[in-house]
């Protein structure tokens, strides 16, 4: 009895999914750990605003170097406040597509590294189709529904039929509202 109490208060056990998610698709380095609820246990961010706003906007290659300066930081933050340890995950997701080549590079290489060195399965995510579920994280909306979604970059018009199931009404075709939007503001 007495080594079974030491055995199973020693070992942690999470009852459900956690997954550590990973952002770079533009300025900000960004990371999150959440449950299979959606409860977000720990995150913490890096905003490059202040650097961008100096150079009159975005220039890809120093939002590539800030991503590189600051993103094994912020993954390390998010899991000291969660209380999460690598070994503990479930998998790491990272935005893919769409953003910045060279900024989602970043989180592209470092979260594969994270997998091939813990051995945890991988979730791609389109950062548009991330930002049309986030509505499911504080309201109960059911599938299917209509989302316009606005960026910097990117415009789309989606019919969410399910987590990953999106059927596309129409996108931007040569500059987003938002793009144009940044434009005019720097100007």
């Known amino acids: 009895m007495w080594l ?6 020693s070992v942690k056990y999470y009852p459900t999914k956690l997954v550590l998610g990973i952002e770079t ?13 959606g409860k977000i246990l720990g995150e913490a961010l890096h905003s490059q605003n202040e650097v961008h706003l100096k150079t ?25 406040v969660s209380g999460i340890s690598l070994d503990d ?5 990272t935005t893919v597509k769409p953003g910045l080549a060279l900024s989602l590079g970043v989180g592209l290489e470092y979260s594969l590294k994270l997998v091939d060195k813990y051995k945890k399965p991988f979730i ?7 930002h049309a579920l986030t509505i499911r994280l504080i309201n109960q909306v059911e599938f299917p529904f ?21 059927l596309l009404l129409g996108q931007s ?3 987003a509202p938002g793009d144009m939007l940044d434009k005019v503001t720097f100007e």
Not at 25 to 37: F, G, N, R, Y
């Open 4 to 9: 079974r109490s030491i055995f199973f208060n």
């Open 25 to 37: 698709s533009c300025d900000d380095t960004a990371a999150a750990v959440v449950d299979d609820t």
């Open 56 to 80: 009159g906007g975005i220039i890809p290659p120093v939002a590539q170097q800030l991503h590189r300066e600051n993103i094994e930081r912020i993954v390390k933050e998010t899991l000291c």
């Open 89 to 93: 995950l479930s998998a790491v997701a």
């Open 124 to 130: 791609p995510i389109h950062h548009m189709e991330a």
């Open 146 to 166: 209509l989302v316009l979604l606005i960026s910097g970059g990117h415009c789309i018009l989606v019919v969410a039929q399910g987590v990953s199931d999106f």
């Open 173 to 175: 075709v040569d500059v």
